[in-house]
C-alpha cells in the first residue's frame, strides 16, 4: 500500500517530442505528488507538484495530469530538450508528512 | 545550485573507521534529513529531524548515528560500516507550502567503504 509504481523505467525521446512517465499508487490517503529531477552527480531537484484537487498542472513545458480515480499521475515533458536528460522519480506523501514514498525512477535520454 | 551544503563530496573510508558526513542550511527549514541512494535507485529515507528533535527513524543499523546540533546543522557520524554501506548519503531541509512539503536536496556525500 505504501509503494508508487513508476514506468517506464527508461525512455529515449528524439529532440523536440514527448517524453510522458506514468505513475500509480495504491494508497489513498496520499495527497501530495511531486516529481523530482536528478542528474548524475546530483541531488534531486523539485520540479513540479499537484494535488489530487486539481487534474492537471502546468509548468513551462512540464506538465503533471491527475487522475483520481485511477490512481495515477503522469509527467509530460513538452518539447524535450537534451538538457532534459536526467532520471526522474514521482513521489507521494500524505499532508505534510515528512515520509515520501519515492517510485523507482525513469531514466530520460534526449537525442538530439 | 543547492542552499544544503553537505561535506564532504566524497569519503573513503575502512570498516573499522570512524567518521561524519555533514549538512548545512540557511533556509530557516526546521526540519532536515538524511537519506541514502544506491545507484539507479529512489532515495530511501533514513532519518528525519524535527525543531531539532529525532522525528523518524527508519531502523537504521546503529552503526549510523545522527546528530542535530542546532536548525542548521546535521550530521551523520559513521563507524563500523560495511561495504554494502556504500552509497550517495543525501541531506535535505524542507518547509512546508501551500501544497504540501517541499524537500530540498543538497548535492550529497558519496561513501565508499573499503
Known amino acids: 500500500q505504501q509503494q508508487v509504481k513508476q514506468s517506464p523505467q527508461s525512455l529515449i525521446v528524439q529532440k523536440g517530442g514527448i517524453s510522458i512517465i506514468n505513475c500509480a499508487y495504491e494508497n489513498t490517503a496520499f495527497d501530495y505528488f511531486p516529481w523530482y529531477q536528478q542528474f548524475p552527480g546530483k541531488g534531486p531537484a523539485l520540479l513540479i507538484a499537484i494535488r489530487p484537487d486539481v487534474s492537471e498542472k502546468k509548468e513551462g513545458r512540464f506538465t503533471i495530469s491527475f487522475n483520481k480515480s485511477a490512481k495515477q499521475f503522469s509527467l509530460h515533458i513538452m518539447d524535450s530538450q537534451p538538457g532534459d536528460s536526467a532520471t526522474y522519480f514521482c513521489a507521494a506523501s500524505k499532508g505534510y508528512g515528512q515520509n515520501f514514498v519515492f517510485g523507482p525512477g525513469t531514466r530520460l535520454s534526449v537525442l538530439p | 545550485d543547492t542552499e544544503v551544503t553537505q561535506t564532504p563530496k566524497h569519503l573513503v573510508m575502512g570498516m573499522t573507521n570512524k567518521k561524519s558526513l555533514k549538512c548545512e542550511q540557511h533556509m530557516g527549514h526546521r526540519a532536515m534529513y538524511w537519506y541514502k541512494q544506491k545507484a539507479k535507485k529512489p532515495p530511501e529515507l533514513m532519518f528525519v529531524y524535527s525543531y531539532e528533535k529525532l522525528s523518524i527513524n527508519e531502523s537504521v543499523p546503529s552503526r549510523f548515528s545522527p546528530e542535530c546540533p542546532n536548525s542548521s546543522l546535521l550530521n551523520l557520524h559513521l563507524h563500523a560500516l560495511q561495504p554494502e554501506d556504500s552509497a550517495l548519503y543525501l541531506c535535505?531541509?524542507?518547509?512546508?507550502?501551500?501544497?504540501?512539503?517541499?524537500?530540498?536536496f543538497g548535492e550529497g556525500s558519496w561513501l565508499t567503504v573499503v
Open positions: 535535505a531541509s524542507s518547509q512546508r507550502g501551500l501544497s504540501g512539503n517541499t524537500i530540498y
